[in-house]
């Protein structure tokens, strides 16, 4: 053996050796327990558990092409910009002890090495609530067809306004549950006036339109229309549950009602739905308010076979608002989200930019440390889609597509998570003078 090519091996021998050491119970279960297990169990998200050595094993090929692909676990922000406290990216030396384990026949290794049965909160991952709220009735799914986005109105019965730590929506039938919108509505509000308490009912058509251009000024949904109407949690496979800050909370007004936006899709069998949200109460009155709101622009259209059409919104900021999170949402022919600031100077600076949005897993991206947008600065959301037959989710690439609420059609929303004070009127974020706002109907519908 050449003197050269001997040296390269005893250099190589020790990560041989390691590797070759790497078992499931000494190394990879401590990543399955930190990294996986939250979806990866009975009763969540992912298709199969992770929780034992027998439960992983038939899955080690699987598991080293998804990781080595970082394909799992799903994580699609940038993070050339901006840092994000959830981010679920396995490090690289993760990533290589899962893959030595798989290569080399997935050794289980010494059971002593084990650690024990991660536990876990049963039925929630904020503890127990102090209050339940379901759909208030039981729905069948159809087994067949299309299934309009179906909207059920709660009242809340709260007495009293409500502030709010942590928020957590969850499905009764996942088979079925695509994914869940939640929102709430202050008393006296028209949104959602087509629905009514106790039933479940589906929007109605959109009167047509005049198209208008789909680059330019955008709106904030439950803004522009008084901030009467509010998203407060959202279920999506993977997704987390609401938690805010130290210090900081969601208001729920009282005799508030929630709604539920379902979004079902048929498994060719009726199946039975009763959804719910589990609320955890602040125990101290807080100093920042946390409000969701999401820039739109519903006056998009994407042309027949266009594999990179671009539709922009542009919102102005009227109030100083602190930033905290974004959660990008388009339908199938999403491909890309960016959210920049643009400040009172002019400088810009990109929060959040998502090159590979996956309608499949909708992510929530929460920034390590708040950033602080001052009055005047306008933000502006970017999206990308790709309409063109090299989509294979795309239903119809010869279609013009606008804005709706259906798979095939599609929306520019760039929801975000505003911390304010807890004194100020929402409203004011979207307009000087609230009573300027205006209140877009087909928006507030949707």
Known sequence: MPFRILLAFLAALPALVAASDVTFNKDVLPILQNRCQGCHRPGEAAPMP??????????AAAMREAVMTRKMPPWHADPAHGKFMNDRRLSQAEIDTISSWAKNGAPEGDPKDALPAKQFTSGWTIGK??????????????????????YFVVPTGFKEDKWIE????????????????????????????FAKAGEG???????????????????????????????IGVYVPGGDAYVTR????????????????????????????????????????????????????PDMHIPPEEPNHEVDATVKLYEDVKVQSFFPHMHVRGKAMEYTAIYPNGDRQILCNVPRYDFNWQMTYQLEQPILLPKGSQILV??????????????????DVYWGEQTWEEMLAGFMDFAVPV???????????????????????N
Request: proline residues 10%; aromatic residues 8%; charged residues 25%.
């Open 246 to 297: 130290p210090g900081q909370a969601r208001l729920v007004k009282a005799g508030s009602d929630l709604i539920f936006q379902m979004h079902y899709t048929a498994k060719g069998k009726e199946i039975v739905d009763r959804s719910e949200v589990g609320f955890v109460f602040a125990k101290e009155p807080p100093k920042e308010r946390v409000i969701n709101t999401f820039v739109l622009n």
């Open 166 to 193: 942590k928020v957590e929506v969850r499905p009764g039938a996942r088979a079925v549950v695509h994914h869940i919108v939640l929102f709430a509505r202050v008393p006296g509000s028209k949104a959602f006036s």
């Open 423 to 445: 004194n100020l009127d929402p409203a004011r974020i979207a307009a000087p003078d609230k009573t300027a706002a205006v209140a877009d109907a087909k928006v507030n519908a």
């Open 382 to 399: 970017q999206a990308y889609y790709d309409n063109s037959p090299n989509n294979p989710a795309n239903p119809d690439p010869k279609a």
């Open 50 to 59: 992770l929780l034992t050595y027998q439960e992983a094993r038939p899955w």
């Open 129 to 150: 609530p102090d209050v339940v709220i379901d759909l208030g009735s039981d729905y069948k799914v159809p087994a067949n067809g299309k299934i309009d986005y179906t």
């Open 201 to 231: 009912v589906v929007a109605p058509p959109d009167s047509p339109e005049p198209h208008k251009p789909d680059k330019g000024e955008g709106a904030f949904f439950g803004l522009n229309d008084g901030g009467d109407t509010e998203m």
